[in-house]
């Protein structure tokens, strides 16, 4: 069973920068695709960004291009995601997801099989 837990959330003024990790255990991080999903209040969950297995390729949404860096590190068994220029409509619950041993990268939430309980990001105007 694989277990996610987030951490580095926090309140940042608009503009700023905050990055947030995602610590793996339980199974074999380097064989699996790693996701950043967020959640604001009375939205849906929605992709942000996605790393392939080892590391080589990213993908993100419109809305973190250009502005987040999604990364990991295989021996720490922890994916991260940096994020810049940061905006008030940036303001959710960010979770790292990951999906079964050697499937391909999605944007499709239901795709992913285990997830964090989520860390709070507050980016004030």
């Known amino acids: 069973q694989v277990q996610l837990v987030e951490s580095g959330g926090g309140l940042v003024q608009a503009g700023g920068s905050l990055s947030v990790s995602c610590a793996a255990s339980g199974g074999t991080f380097s064989s699996r695709v790693m996701g950043w999903f967020r959640q604001a209040p009375g939205k849906e969950r929605e992709f942000v960004a996605a790393i392939s297995r080892s590391g080589e390729n990213t993908y993100y949404a419109d809305s973190a291009k250009g502005r987040f860096t999604i990364s990991r590190d295989n021996a720490k068994n922890t994916v991260y995601l940096r994020m810049n220029s940061l905006k008030p409509e940036d303001t959710a619950v960010y979770y790292c997801?990951?999906?079964?041993?050697?499937?391909?990268?999605?944007?499709?939430?239901?795709?992913?099989?285990?997830w964090g309980q989520g860390t709070q990001v507050t980016v004030s105007s």
């Open positions: 997801a990951t999906k079964s041993r050697y499937s391909g990268y999605s944007d499709y939430s239901r795709s992913y099989d285990y």
